[in-house]
């Protein structure tokens, strides 16, 4: 699996585990929803700023959410 595959899933794995929607994972890093949606559709990836926010946000590391390591 690619590492884009990789982030688009982890990122929708992680939302829903942390019971957000769509619009609210998107709010918490100061992004549009559709922006976030193209994320987990795998139509776009994050630039480093955002990419690091969602980081943040979710308590992972960036390693983890870029499907370089699997551990959190």
């Known amino acids: 699996m690619d590492h884009k595959t990789i982030f688009k899933e982890r990122l929708r794995t992680l939302r829903k585990e942390?019971?957000?929607t769509?619009?609210?994972a998107a709010a918490a890093v100061n992004i549009g929803e559709?922006?976030?949606q193209k994320f987990e559709l795998?139509?776009?990836l994050p630039n480093f700023v955002n990419l690091i926010a969602?980081?943040?946000h979710f308590?992972?590391?960036l390693d983890y959410?870029?499907?370089r390591i699997d551990e959190r």
Do not use: K
């Open 22 to 24: 769509q619009a609210q």
């Open 54 to 56: 969602l980081a943040d």
């Open 59 to 61: 308590d992972v590391s």
């Open 65 to 67: 959410l870029t499907g």
């Open 34 to 36: 559709s922006h976030y």
């Open 18 to 20: 942390a019971g957000e």
């Open 42 to 44: 795998g139509s776009n």
